[in-house]
Structure formats: structure tokens, C-alpha cells
């Protein structure tokens, strides 16, 4: 589950049947109960260090798998920035120099606002279901909520920053509860868990979110959502470069 995500990285509630299903299934329903046919969050992130915390507050829409775009509204040195994915092709707006800066595969890795975040946690979310192989591993109870644990395994020559992503997904709900991703090296690097699972915008969601990076004691990326839409009719012409230089608060 990866903010904008996540930005959206929570799922919504539906009743399936799992009897059957493949691992991938099971990845494919949990992915596409995260955003629906639409999504729309108002969120706030909070990045913690032992030293000092850093709040934002945000929006973020998506559409399907291939368009998403988060919007910062507060504080005021970042308000305006935003995050554009179409398709393939994912783009970052800093209005302090009024430029649009592409993000090329080799900075899918890199910190997203400076949090425990990366580029693709939050732009390139649906890769979890094309760019992996899926095998089901076993099920454990996460939070009271009895869980799928699932290995996703990274294609080869896949664009993406993870070689393995291990997900915890709930069996009634089909939130992911748990993620960890894991580098080339099959190092843990960072431990995602979700948290006061809530009906919000018609849909069981996971209303806080937090990412730990394995090896920097005290750091952590919590993420709050304060308000959720599913389903709704939005243009894929939204996610625009002029759009995202255009949002406003």
C-alpha cells in the first residue's frame, strides 16, 4: 500500500468470497478497494524525528490505477506543491520556483516531502499489482483483524524500488494492515501498519497510517485521514500538469 498514497493508502470495505482466490486476487481486490473507480482524502502527515516534528496537511484524488495527483495545503513554504502520476509518468509542481520537475525511475526512491514516504509509496501505488509476482505465505492476526500474509515478489527488469513487499491484508475487509518492503538485498528498510479502522465516505477505512524505517531509531511518517470520497465522476483531464499548477486550497 503505498501517499499520497496515500493519499491513498487506505482501503474501503466490500464482502468477498475468498475461497479460491489467488494471492494476486487477493492484491488486485485489496488495491482496487483503496481507491474504488475514484477517490478524493483530505489528510494530514506528521514526520517525527527525535528532535522535532513536521506537520502537512493535504488532498489527494486518484482515478483507477494509472491517475493519481496530492495537492499540500499547509504549512505556507510548502502550500501549492503537488504530485502528478499518469500512467507511467510522474511529475512534482514547486511553486517557490514555479517549475514542474519530472521523476524519473531512479528517484521513485527518494523521500517525498521529507518523510519516510518514498515517491513511490505515495505516486506509484497500483505497481504493487502488475510489476510483482503474488504467493500467499500464511495468515496471522494483525490488530485483532485475521489477515492474509502475503509475498509480492518484483518482476524482473520491473520499474520499481522494492525486490520483495510482504502485505498483511485483512480477510473481511480486505485493508492492507501491515506492509513491509524489503530491498535487493532482502533487508527490511521500512514497516507500514494501518490503525483505527472507521466508516468514512461510505467505506471501512483505515484512519491512520504510519511508516517506521527499519534502520533510523525514533523516525516515523504518520499519516491522519480526516475526510474520504469514493466512486464519484471525475475527468482524467484533473490530472493535468495545468491542474496541478493550478489547485488551490
Excluded: C
Excluded at 520483495?164 to 518492503?181: A, C, H, P, T
Excluded at 504510519?210 to 511518517?221: I, L, Q, S, V
Amino acid at each position: 500500500m503505498r501517499l499520497l498514497s496515500f493519499i491513498v493508502l487506505l482501503t474501503g470495505f466490500v464482502s468477498f468470497h475468498t475461497f479460491g482466490q489467488s494471492a494476486t486476487e487477493i492484491v488486485s481486490l485489496s488495491d482496487k478497494q483503496m481507491r474504488g473507480d475514484a477517490s478524493y482524502t483530505v489528510s494530514t502527515m506528521n514526520i517525527i524525528r527525535p528532535d522535532w516534528t513536521r506537520s502537512m496537511s493535504m488532498k489527494s484524488w486518484t482515478k483507477g490505477q494509472d491517475l493519481s495527483l496530492v495537492l499540500v495545503t499547509a504549512p505556507a513554504k510548502d502550500k501549492g506543491s503537488a504530485s502528478l502520476k499518469r500512467q507511467k509518468e510522474m511529475w512534482n509542481w514547486i511553486p517557490s520556483i514555479e517549475r514542474v520537475v519530472k521523476i524519473a525511475p531512479s528517484m521513485l526512491s527518494q523521500s517525498w516531502m521529507g518523510s519516510d514516504f518514498t515517491n513511490d509509496d505515495l505516486i506509484n501505488q497500483s505497481s504493487i499489482v502488475v510489476d510483482y509476482d503474488h504467493q500467499l505465505v500464511e495468515a496471522q492476526v494483525i490488530d485483532g483483524d485475521d489477515s492474509y500474509v502475503i509475498d509480492a515478489i518484483a518482476k524482473p527488469d520491473a520499474p520499481v524500488v522494492w525486490s520483495k513487499v510482504r502485505l498483511w491484508i485483512s480477510k473481511e475487509s480486505y485493508l492492507q494492515r501491515k506492509v513491509e518492503f524489503f530491498d535487493e538485498f532482502d533487508d527490511l528498510v521500512n514497516t507500514m501498519e494501518t490503525f483505527d479502522v472507521k466508516q468514512m465516505g461510505g467505506r471501512l477505512i483505515a484512519t491512520r497510517m504510519t511508516m517506521t524505517p527499519a534502520d533510523k531509531p525514533g523516525n516515523k511518517t504518520e499519516m491522519l485521514t480526516h475526510e474520504a470520497q469514493f466512486d464519484f465522476d471525475i475527468g482524467d483531464d484533473f490530472f493535468s500538469q495545468s491542474q496541478m499548477k493550478a489547485l488551490r486550497d
